[in-house]
């Protein structure tokens, strides 16, 4: 599903929601009410454009991948909440130019529904929709892990639909050849967390990463053209379908200040 206000996307409209779901062919019709509420009430605003689509998918055509393990860093503002994703970009590899560059872009990005992609060699942007992005379809849980999943994240107090359907999104994006790291915050107004995720990371959640009430957000995917064609990527990120299998591991909450000394 996919919303907008003031048109389509295509025509210039502003992105107000999208979301993915893999369900039982019974429960298709239950979803489409879902996703219908979901376009309709969104803190972004009122969607005057709605796209739902619906393709059959069956179990051969699926791969099976594990979810990252979670960490949450928590800070007590969004300046410090940055400067920890920079901290993380640097512990995986970036220079502090690197890392202050991809943090700036996804900053000043434009508003839309999908990721930029940054080469990690030039920092130019090689994604070619320009007012899109790389838009990651095909993912969700395994229907049987859902209810386990919010059990656990219950438990941790860290139940959220943001936060389900990032992971799922995160641990796909992550498995895509040649893809390094991936940087989000929301473009919910009133949703100021966001993460980093990469394999030596894995999902690591930091609780604010702008202020509330912003409703700029976003994504960077950061690509290593020295390991794997854009082409491949670009293939396994947009278009095959991934159904998460395992739950995540979740590791206990840490302060900005533990992070940056460990
Ligand atoms: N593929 C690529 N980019 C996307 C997609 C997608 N399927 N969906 C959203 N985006 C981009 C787009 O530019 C949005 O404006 C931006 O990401 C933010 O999307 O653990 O809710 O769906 O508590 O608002 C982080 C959760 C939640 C942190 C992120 O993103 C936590 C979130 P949103
Ligand atoms: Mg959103």
Same mark, same amino acid.
């Given at each position: 599903?996919?919303?907008?206000?003031?048109?389509?996307?295509?025509?210039?409209?502003?992105?107000?929601?999208?979301?993915?779901?893999?369900?039982?062919?019974?429960?298709?019709?239950?979803?489409?009410?879902?996703?219908?509420?979901?376009?309709?009430?969104?803190?972004?605003?009122?969607?005057?454009?709605?796209?739902?689509?619906?393709?059959?998918?069956?179990?051969?055509?699926?791969?099976?991948?594990?979810?990252?393990?979670?960490?949450?860093?928590?800070?007590?503002?969004?300046?410090?909440?940055?400067?920890?994703?920079?901290?993380?970009?640097?512990?995986?590899?970036?220079?502090?130019?690197?890392?202050?560059? @991809?943090?700036?872009? !996804? #900053?000043?990005?434009?508003?839309?529904? %999908?990721?930029?992609? =940054?080469? $990690?060699?030039?920092?130019?942007?090689?994604?070619?929709?320009?007012?899109?992005?790389?838009?990651?379809?095909?993912?969700?849980?395994?229907?049987? @892990?859902?209810?386990? !999943? #919010?059990?656990?994240?219950?438990?941790? %107090?860290?139940?959220? =639909?943001? $936060?389900?359907?990032?992971?799922?999104?995160?641990?796909?994006?992550?498995?895509?050849?040649?893809?390094?790291?991936?940087?989000?915050?929301?473009?919910?107004?009133?949703?100021?967390?966001?993460?980093?995720?990469?394999?030596?990371?894995?999902?690591?959640?930091?609780?604010?990463?702008?202020?509330?009430?912003?409703?700029?957000?976003?994504?960077?995917?950061?690509?290593?053209?020295?390991?794997?064609?854009?082409?491949?990527?670009?293939?396994?990120?947009?278009?095959?379908?991934?159904?998460?299998?395992?739950?995540?591991?979740?590791?206990?909450?840490?302060?900005?200040?533990?992070?940056?000394?460990?």
């Amino acid at each position: 599903m996919r919303s907008a206000q003031g048109g389509k996307h295509e025509n210039g409209g502003r992105h107000i929601s999208g979301a993915e779901m893999i369900v039982e062919a019974e429960a298709v019709e239950l979803v489409i009410k879902k996703l219908l509420d979901r376009a309709f009430y969104h803190s972004k605003g009122e969607a005057d454009f709605i796209n739902i689509s619906l393709q059959q998918i069956t179990a051969e055509e699926m791969f099976n991948i594990p979810a990252l393990d979670i960490t949450t860093v928590e800070v007590d503002s969004y300046q410090k909440g940055r400067e920890c994703l920079v901290m993380a970009l640097q512990k995986i590899g970036f220079s502090l130019k690197k890392a202050c560059f @991809l943090v700036h872009t !996804l #900053e000043h990005s434009d508003p839309m529904r %999908g990721a930029l992609l =940054i080469d $990690l060699h030039t920092l130019k942007r090689i994604d070619s929709n320009q007012n899109r992005g790389i838009r990651v379809t095909g993912m969700d849980w395994c229907p049987h @892990l859902k209810q386990d !999943l #919010e059990l656990r994240l219950i438990e941790a %107090g860290i139940n959220n =639909i943001h $936060l389900k359907e990032a992971l799922a999104l995160a641990s796909k994006v992550v498995k895509a050849p040649g893809i390094v790291a991936e940087i989000c915050w929301s473009d919910d107004p009133d949703y100021p967390a966001g993460y980093i995720a990469s394999k030596e990371l894995g999902y690591m959640r930091i609780t604010q990463l702008k202020p509330l009430g912003d409703s700029r957000g976003g994504r960077v995917f950061c690509f290593d053209s020295s390991s794997a064609s854009l082409e491949e990527c670009i293939k396994w990120l947009e278009k095959e379908i991934v159904l998460i299998n395992r739950l995540p591991i979740i590791k206990g909450k840490i302060s900005c200040d533990q992070f940056m000394g460990g």
